[in-house]
C-alpha cells in the first residue's frame, strides 16, 4: 500500500482481491491508514473479512468503464429479479467492458440475494437473455440433437426470443462451426459488422484495411505496392501495426472491393475473432544471439492457421532466443527458442486484462511443435466460451488439465491435431472469395448502401 500523509493514495493486490472494492474506495476518499485498516489489509491475512460490497456506499462507482454505481446495482437486482452477474452485465452495463468489476458485481449480487444466492447456478450462467441454457448446454444439445443452424438451436432448445439477440447469434454461429464444420454454412448475418465487412470500422465510418504479412515479413515490391494504392484511394494514414503490419486507414466503404483487388493480397485478418497475427524476431537467419529459425517457424504457423474461427482474437508470436524481442509472454501462444529446442507458453494477454504466459512444455522437433500448437488451439477452440480469451480459459479450465489433454495425453492430442485438420479444411480466403462470388459482392455492395443512407 502508497501513503502519502499517512493517507492512503494507492495499492497493489497479488493473490487474493476480494479486498479490491474496499481498498479502491479508501484510495478515492484518501482515507487515513488506522490499525483497524492495517489489519484488513495486511496485518492478519488469517481473518476472512467477509462480502466487502456491504461496506461499499451507494454512490460508489463499481464499473469504472460504464459509471455504474453500488445503488444501480442493487436497484435493478431488486427491481428486474436479477440472480446472475450476466443478468446484472445486460440490465446495468456492469462488468460489460473489461470485465475488472466481475467479482465486486457478484459480491453485491451474493450481498443482495443473502441465503437466495446461488453460487452453483452463478457459474453456469446463460449464454445470453434469450435462454436459460449455458454454454456446456448449449454445446451438447447442439451435438445430441444434430442442431445444424442457428434458428434450429433456438427452436428445437426453446429460445424465449425465436430470433435471438445480438449475443447469442454470434456465439452461436461460431460453435456449429466448429461442431459441424463441414455442414454448418456461415451465417454471415450473425457476424459483427467488422466480420461482415472483412475491415476494421472506425470512429468515422470508414474502414482500416490490413493485408496479410506472414511473420510481419514483406518485400520492398510489396511495400511499393502498398504505397501506390494508399495514395490512390487517399488513405488518411498508414499505420504500422503492433503485429508487425501495415494498416490502411481511412478507407471508403464504396471503395473496399476495390482496394482489396488492387492490393491482390490476403486479408490479415486484423478484425476477426481468428488468428491475428504471429509476430517474430529476425532470429537465427540474422541475429548474432539467434539459435532457431524463429521468421521460419512463424511463417509456416501464420500461413497454416489463418482464418480459422476461434472463441476470442488469437495472436502467436516466434521468438529465436529468450531476449524475447518478438513478446511472446503476452501472446495467445508464445514459442521461444532456447537451446535448440522450442519452448512453448500459453495464455498470455498484453490487453486490458495482462497476463504474462505460462510454459506448457518444451519439445525438440518441429513437428511436435506444430502438433502440440494444433492440439492446443483445437482444444481451446472446443471448450472456449465464445468471446473467451485464452488468458481467462487457462484459469478457468487450469493449466494443469490443459497440459495434460493436448501434451501428455498422445491419444487425444493427435484426436484433436486431426480435427484441427478438417476443420482447416474449410477455410477460405474472404477478400478474395467476395471478389469471385457475384451474389456475395452484391450482398455486400447491399450493405454498403444500407449502412451509407443510416450515416
Excluded at 436497484?75 to 473489461?98: F, Q
Excluded at 511472446?328 to 500459453?346: F, L, M, Q
Excluded at 495434460?404 to 484426436?415: C, G, K, P, Q, S
Amino acid at each position: 500500500m502508497l501513503l502519502r500523509g499517512g493517507r492512503i493514495v494507492g495499492g497493489v493486490l497479488i493473490g487474493d482481491g476480494k479486498e479490491s472494492s474496499r481498498l479502491q474506495q479508501w484510495i478515492r476518499t484518501g482515507a487515513v491508514m488506522t490499525e483497524a485498516i492495517h489489519n484488513a489489509i495486511v496485518g492478519q491475512a488469517s481473518v476472512e473479512t467477509g462480502n466487502t460490497a456491504a461496506e461499499l456506499a451507494d454512490e460508489e462507482i463499481v464499473c469504472g468503464c460504464n459509471g455504474v454505481t453500488k445503488k444501480h446495482i442493487v436497484d435493478a437486482i431488486n427491481e428486474k429479479g436479477l440472480t446472475t452477474v450476466e443478468e446484472i452485465k445486460v440490465a446495468t452495463s456492469a462488468s460489460r467492458s473489461c470485465g475488472g468489476c466481475r467479482p465486486v458485481v457478484e459480491q453485491i449480487l451474493q450481498y443482495v440475494l443473502g441465503d437466495k444466492y446461488d453460487s452453483a447456478a452463478a457459474k453456469q450462467e446463460a449464454i445470453c437473455s434469450c435462454t436459460t441454457l449455458s454454454r456446456d448446454e448449449v454445446v451438447t444439445a447442439i451435438k445430441e440433437k444434430g442442431l445444424i443452424t442457428s434458428k434450429e438451436v433456438r427452436y428445437a432448445l426453446e429460445w424465449d426470443n425465436p430470433e435471438g439477440c445480438s449475443k447469442c447469434r454470434p456465439a452461436l454461429n461460431y460453435y456449429l462451426g466448429m461442431i459441424w464444420p463441414a455442414e454448418h454454412v456461415d451465417e454471415k448475418d450473425s457476424r459483427f459488422v467488422n466480420e461482415r465487412m472483412h475491415a476494421n470500422i472506425q470512429k468515422d465510418g470508414t474502414f482500416g484495411v490490413v493485408p496479410r504479412m506472414y511473420g510481419g515479413v514483406t518485400t520492398p515490391e510489396d511495400l511499393r505496392l502498398i504505397a501506390d494504392i494508399a495514395l490512390k484511394y487517399n488513405v488518411k494514414l498508414v499505420k504500422v501495426t503492433g503485429g508487425q503490419r501495415l494498416d490502411l486507414l481511412g478507407v471508403k466503404k464504396e471503395d473496399l472491393p476495390k482496394i482489396w483487388k488492387d492490393l491482390g493480397m490476403p486479408s490479415g485478418y486484423a478484425y476477426a475473432k481468428a488468428l491475428r497475427t504471429v509476430k517474430t524476431c529476425v532470429g537465427s537467419q540474422f541475429c548474432r544471439f539467434g539459435t532457431k529459425d524463429s521468421m521460419g517457424m512463424g511463417i509456416m504457423l501464420e500461413k497454416k492457421f489463418e482464418r480459422l474461427d476461434m472463441p476470442a482474437k488469437f495472436k502467436l508470436a516466434v521468438n529465436g532466443c529468450p531476449r524475447n524481442c518478438a513478446e511472446s509472454s503476452t501472446k495467445d501462444i508464445g514459442i521461444v527458442g532456447n537451446e535448440g529446442a522450442w519452448e512453448i507458453y500459453v495464455g498470455g494477454n498484453g490487453g486490458i486484462k495482462a497476463r504474462l504466459a505460462e510454459l506448457l512444455c518444451k519439445v525438440r522437433t518441429d513437428e511436435e511443435l506444430l502438433e502440440i500448437v494444433s492440439a492446443f488451439m483445437q482444444y481451446y477452440r472446443e471448450t472456449g466460451k465464445y468471446l473467451e480469451r485464452t488468458s481467462e480459459w487457462i484459469e478457468r479450465m487450469g493449466l494443469e488439465s490443459v497440459t495434460e489433454a493436448v501434451v501428455h495425453d498422445l491419444d487425444n492430442r493427435r484426436a484433436l491435431a486431426e480435427r484441427m485438420e478438417v476443420a482447416l479444411a474449410q477455410v477460405k480466403e474472404p477478400w478474395s472469395e467476395i471478389l469471385n462470388n457475384s451474389n456475395l459482392r452484391e450482398r455486400m455492395f447491399d450493405e454498403i448502401i444500407v449502412s451509407t443512407k443510416q450515416d
